[in-house]
């Protein structure tokens, strides 16, 4: 059983940094492109930032130069930091894992950015 579960989410004002962690279990983590999606209150899921080689990663324009997606094999985590938050970002943030033709998501956290 495939199981992804997000942590780090909460309220931080704009300008402010979250770091949202992923820990995976019964996945092939070290072969499965890992990635955040969000989803705003009435909006279609977005991909924020994916990742399979350290040096191979793709961000949505919004993000870049503020967010960095990081994954630990030997711990099976994939990270997203977030700086410069800004209200915009507010959203449920999901953690998911591809494997092949498999996709396994997380429950989501919320990241809220607010004054």
Same mark, same amino acid.
């Given at each position: 059983?495939? &199981?992804?579960?997000?942590? %780090?989410? =909460? +309220?931080?004002?704009? /300008? /402010?940094? +979250?770091?949202?962690?992923? !820990?995976?279990? /019964?996945?092939?983590? *070290?072969?499965?492109?890992? @990635?955040?999606?969000?989803?705003?209150? %009435?909006?279609?899921?977005?991909l924020?930032? *994916?990742?399979?080689?350290?040096? $191979?990663?793709?961000? @949505? $324009?919004?993000?870049? $130069?503020?967010? !960095?997606?990081?994954? $630990?094999n @030997?711990?099976? !985590?994939v990270? +997203?930091?977030?700086?410069?938050?800004?209200?915009?970002?507010?959203?449920?943030?999901?953690?998911? =894992?591809?494997?092949?033709?498999?996709?396994?998501? %997380? &429950? /989501? !956290?919320?990241?809220?950015?607010?004054?």
């Amino acid at each position: 059983q495939v &199981q992804l579960v997000e942590s %780090g989410g =909460g +309220l931080v004002q704009p /300008g /402010g940094s +979250l770091r949202l962690s992923c !820990t995976t279990s /019964g996945l092939i983590f *070290s072969d499965s492109t890992m @990635a955040w999606y969000r989803q705003a209150a %009435g909006k279609q899921r977005e991909l924020v930032a *994916s990742i399979f080689r350290p040096s $191979d990663t793709t961000y @949505a $324009d919004s993000v870049k $130069d503020r967010f !960095t997606i990081s994954r $630990d094999n @030997a711990k099976n !985590t994939v990270s +997203l930091q977030m700086n410069n938050l800004k209200p915009e970002d507010t959203a449920v943030y999901y953690c998911n =894992g591809r494997y092949y033709g498999y996709n396994f998501w %997380g &429950q /989501g !956290t919320q990241v809220t950015v607010s004054s």
